[in-house]
Antibody
Framework: EVQLVQSGAEVKKPGESLTISCKGS????????IGWVRQMPGKGLEWMGT????????RYSLSLQGQVTMSVDRSISTAYLQWTSLKASDTGMYFC???????????????????WGPGTLVTVSS | DMQMTQSPSSLSASVGDRVTITCRAS??????LNWYQQKPGKAPQLLIY???KLQSGVPSRFSGSGSGTDFSLTITSLQPEDFATYYC?????????FGQGTKVDIK
């Protein structure tokens, strides 16, 4: 089965570090960029960034750059999202997603997130 | 960042209704526009990519239109399982952005 499996819910205190994971299976993990999307409680979706599993090339949201780090371990088909010092405002649901790229006969291409993980709930509270 | 503005923010509709949601980009994005459906407590699901192309497995009552800055998602004959929140997303720029969402609930 083609799927993304995410690590379980976390409860942390402000200032603590955290790494959550996203494991791909049923497809060629290196062939698709992985994206991360945040959803704060009761709010909409926020694109955080994407990472290329082949070479760890990354793109970060300007508002989140420096706040989180994306990484991958190709040997175990797993992507990671890491915080070194959590804040209460980091509380939310974090989704990983596979980036689909469809290429036309003319060379035009379109990208989207075609496969999503179930999400990891992160709660940061003192 | 490119701004994506959806309207309305919410709407109430009945089963069988035709529903249209619009999405406007702050700058032209060609047809690099996707639509997602999210149900409470679940991950989003891709409905439409490239503004008009139906993702595999998505019912044909969903359709997308538009290019440039103005886009729309239409659901013909709303079904009970379609009550959810819908998001547009632009992928024209390196840093993607989502609209704020449109919640469709039961009238």
């Amino acid at each position: 089965e083609v799927q993304l499996v995410q690590s379980g819910a976390e409860v942390k205190k402000p200032g603590e570090s955290l790494t959550i994971s996203c494991k791909g299976s049923g497809y060629s993990f290196p062939s698709y960029w992985i994206g991360w999307v945040r959803q704060m409680p009761g709010k909409g979706l926020e694109w955080m960034g994407t990472i290329n599993p082949r070479d760890s090339d990354t793109r970060y949201s300007l508002s989140l750059q420096g706040q989180v780090t994306m990484s991958v371990d190709r040997s175990i088909s797993t992507a990671y999202l890491q915080w070194t010092s959590l804040k209460a405002s980091d509380t939310g649901m974090y989704f990983c997603a596979r980036r689909q790229e469809v290429v036309s006969t003319t060379g035009a291409f379109w990208r989207s997130f075609d496969l999503w993980g179930p999400g990891t709930l992160v709660t940061v509270s003192s | 960042d490119m701004q994506m503005t959806q309207s309305p923010s919410s709407l109430s509709a009945s089963v069988g209704d035709r529903v249209t949601i619009t999405c406007r980009a702050s700058q032209t994005i060609s047809n690099s526009l996707n639509w997602y459906q999210q149900k409470p407590g679940k991950a989003p699901q891709l409905l439409i990519y490239a503004a008009t192309k139906l993702q595999s497995g998505v019912p044909s009552r969903f359709s997308g239109s538009g290019s440039g800055t103005d886009f729309s998602l239409t659901i013909t004959s709303l079904q009970p399982e379609d009550f959810a929140t819908y998001y547009c997303q632009q992928t024209y720029t390196t840093r993607w952005t989502f609209g704020q969402g449109t919640k469709v609930d039961i009238k």
